[in-house]
């Protein structure tokens, strides 16, 4: 397997899951703040891309080159919490169990202080801050495979 076994989905399938998720009142001020709606179809025009999830959340990873993928969350209020963590956690190791990811990098706003929370206690370090394209203040955070593969006990 390929690490896909849980996508199963076509493209069609993907971008409407996608768009549906990040269009929710609880997702989209998140991933893009003042806006009405968004169409992330182009997500999935990058070869390497992948998308890992169901109508409760998504995990988008985004293929930088050279096994960095950046991480992004778009989970809906029925996944929060400890079941959160553990399906981050199921992409995550998807991820370094089936594709060339050496590490997984993300931007997370400052003030979300729940989702900084989420990604230390997965092992995420902050590495530096930056402003996003929204002019937010964010952390960036990355988890090396060599980091995941302790902390996991693999």
Not at 48 to 53: C, K, R
Not at 59 to 86: E, M, Q, V
Not at 98 to 121: F, H, Q
Request: hydrophobic fraction near 40%.
């Amino acid at each position: 397997s390929d690490g896909t076994h849980h996508n199963r989905m076509n493209i069609q399938e993907q971008i409407q899951l996608v768009n549906s998720i990040a269009n929710r009142p609880e997702v989209l001020p998140f991933i893009a703040p003042g806006y009405v709606s968004v169409d992330l179809r182009a997500f999935f025009d990058r070869h390497g891309n992948l998308m890992v999830g169901n109508a409760l959340g998504v995990i988008l990873f985004g293929n930088l080159g050279d096994g960095i993928y950046s991480c992004h969350f778009l989970l809906t209020n029925k996944l929060r919490g400890p079941d959160a963590c553990r399906a981050i956690k199921m992409a995550f190791s998807s991820l370094f169990t089936y594709k060339d990811c050496i590490a997984i990098t993300g931007l997370i706003p400052r003030e979300n202080r729940a989702s900084r929370a989420m990604v230390r206690a997965l092992g995420c370090r902050p590495i530096g801050e930056i402003s996003d394209m929204y002019g937010r203040p964010c952390i960036s955070y990355m988890l090396e495979r060599k980091t995941w593969v302790t902390l996991s006990g693999a």
